[in-house]
């Protein structure tokens, strides 16, 4: 079983808690991220997880079993880490092979052991049992390496060393597969590629993982549900669509993606929409709220732009503002709008030879309700 449960876990460091009271309920096969900023907690509690920090308090399953006390070797989980660890004299079968070696050598008799400790040594010294080099050869074929394999790992290229590491994990065949920052090391490009590359192993596998990261491009692109972290508590679960279309507080709103926020105030509700007003605004929200003193949040995505005499009859939510900057971004446009006291954010679907606002020009803009988040 490879479900991971996290009950009321905490973690301190001299007098200082990293964790407070943080639950997690993963299921079996799932793609989960562990998302924040750095010191948030996300890579601590990996850590706990992993084995390699003890927590202070709480408990934490793999499958039915609690491992609270179980050392890192013995919990059937696969890491990769940032650096990814690999051993630069060694060559990347050796690398991939090192696990197995290690776990036949604490199941093997002194005889035994002494070939393994010569392969360890050098593998021109040892020979490897077939079942080891047809395990290792699979899963280097697997994640395209196959015929890299006598090659040191230091002549590698970063997204190959990274394929050496996840390749040592997956060897395994571990219930659970932990992965820290591993795309951090990389180009935008190949982050990309890896990313895929990834998702693919992971849902062919169906193993359960564990992904920590800063990125929110990489959670919300790889990820079945997320957990967004800050100050050492899980601030929100849910699927990358849940934590974007519906977050649960401004920080989640402001880390999950670029928000616009407002502060406004409910004066009213007509026909079942909100009324909000701000400084310089009033705007109509489908959502309601408890609260009279809300944080308005507006996606850039979802603010249409108009020249102040091309707006049609039916626009919702009229604002007017001035340009103060635009930026081309290939296939979207992206204006700076200065709004009394705010400045929006306002990102709009570029096509070729269309004319692209400038810097002064008046103009306005709309926003659906159902749009309009209330927080």
Same mark, same amino acid.
């Given at each position: 079983?490879?479900?991971?449960?996290?009950?009321?876990? =905490?973690k301190?460091?001299?007098?200082?808690? &990293?964790?407070?009271?943080?639950?997690?309920?993963?299921?079996?096969?799932?793609?989960f991220?562990l998302? %924040?900023?750095?010191?948030?907690?996300?890579?601590?509690?990996m850590?706990?997880?992993? %084995? @390699?920090? +003890?927590?202070t308090?709480? =408990?934490i399953?793999i499958g039915?079993k609690?491992?609270?006390? *179980?050392?890192p070797?013995r919990?059937?989980?696969?890491?990769?880490? /940032?650096?990814y660890a690999? @051993?630069?004299?060694?060559?990347? @079968?050796?690398?991939?092979?090192?696990?197995?070696? *290690?776990? +036949?050598?604490?199941?093997s008799?002194?005889?035994s052991q002494?070939g393994?400790?010569l392969r360890?040594?050098?593998?021109?010294?040892?020979?490897?049992?077939?079942?080891?080099?047809?395990?290792v050869?699979?899963?280097?074929?697997?994640?395209?390496?196959?015929?890299?394999? #006598?090659r040191? #790992?230091s002549?590698?290229?970063?997204g /190959?060393?990274?394929?050496?590491?996840?390749a040592?994990?997956?060897?395994?065949?571990? &219930?659970?597969l932990?992965?820290?920052?591993?795309?951090?090391n990389?180009?935008?490009?190949?982050? !990309?590629?890896?990313?895929? =590359?990834?998702?693919?192993i /992971?849902?062919?596998?169906?193993? #359960?993982?564990? @992904?920590v990261?800063?990125? $929110?491009e990489?959670?919300m692109?790889?990820a079945?549900?997320? &957990?967004?972290?800050? !100050?050492?508590?899980?601030? $929100?679960?849910?699927?990358?669509t849940?934590?974007?279309?519906?977050?649960?507080?401004?920080?989640?709103?402001?880390?999950?993606?670029?928000?616009?926020?407002?502060?406004g105030?409910v004066?009213?509700?007509?026909?079942g929409?909100? *009324?909000?007003?701000?400084?310089g605004?009033?705007?109509?929200?489908?959502q309601?709220?408890t609260k009279?003193?809300?944080d308005?949040?507006?996606?850039?995505e979802?603010?249409?732009v108009y020249?102040?005499d091309?707006?049609?009859s039916?626009?919702?939510?009229?604002?007017?503002?001035?340009?103060?900057?635009?930026t081309?971004?290939?296939?979207?446009?992206?204006?700076d709008?200065?709004? %009394?006291?705010?400045?929006?954010?306002?990102? #709009?679907?570029?096509?070729? %030879?269309?004319?692209?606002?400038?810097?002064?020009e008046k103009?306005?803009?709309?926003i659906?309700?159902?749009?309009?988040?209330l927080?």
């Open positions: 079983m490879g479900s991971v449960k996290v009950d009321q876990l =905490t301190e460091f001299a007098g200082v808690k &990293a964790l407070n009271n943080v639950n997690l309920d993963i299921q079996e096969g799932e793609f991220a998302l %924040g900023p750095s010191g948030c907690g996300k890579t601590t509690t850590r706990c997880i992993a %084995g @390699f920090e +003890q927590p308090t709480g =408990t399953l039915d609690a491992v609270n006390k *179980i050392p070797n919990r059937n989980c696969g890491m990769v880490f /940032q650096s690999l @051993f630069p004299h060694m060559n990347v @079968f050796e690398n991939v092979a090192y696990s197995l070696n *290690i776990k +036949q050598l604490n199941s008799n002194v005889i002494a393994i400790y360890l040594l050098n593998r021109k010294f040892g020979k490897y049992p077939k079942d080891i080099e047809k395990k050869m699979e899963i280097l074929e697997y994640v395209e390496l196959d015929r890299y394999a #006598t040191l #790992t002549e590698l290229s970063g /190959q060393q990274q394929r050496v590491a996840l040592r994990a997956l060897v395994m065949e571990p &219930a659970v932990l992965m820290d920052e591993p795309l951090s990389l180009d935008q490009k190949l982050r !990309h590629s890896m990313r895929n =590359t990834i998702r693919r /992971q849902q062919d596998l169906g193993i #359960t993982t564990i @992904f990261t800063h990125d $929110q990489e959670a692109s790889m079945d549900r997320v &957990a967004v972290m800050d !100050h050492g508590e899980v601030m $929100q679960i849910g699927t990358p849940d934590l974007y279309s519906r977050p649960a507080t401004p920080f989640i709103a402001n880390f999950v993606g670029t928000s616009n926020m407002l502060k105030t004066v009213d509700e007509v026909d929409l909100s *009324i909000i007003k701000g400084d605004f009033q705007l109509r929200s489908s309601t709220s009279k003193e809300v308005v949040i507006i996606r850039p979802n603010i249409k020249k102040a091309r707006v049609p039916d626009a919702s939510n009229l604002l007017e503002g001035d340009i103060v900057v635009s081309y971004l290939g296939s979207i446009v992206r204006y709008v200065q709004i %009394g006291n705010y400045q929006l954010v306002v990102d #709009t679907t570029y096509s070729s %030879g269309e004319s692209i606002l400038a810097a002064g103009i306005k803009m709309s659906e309700p159902e749009r309009v988040l927080i």
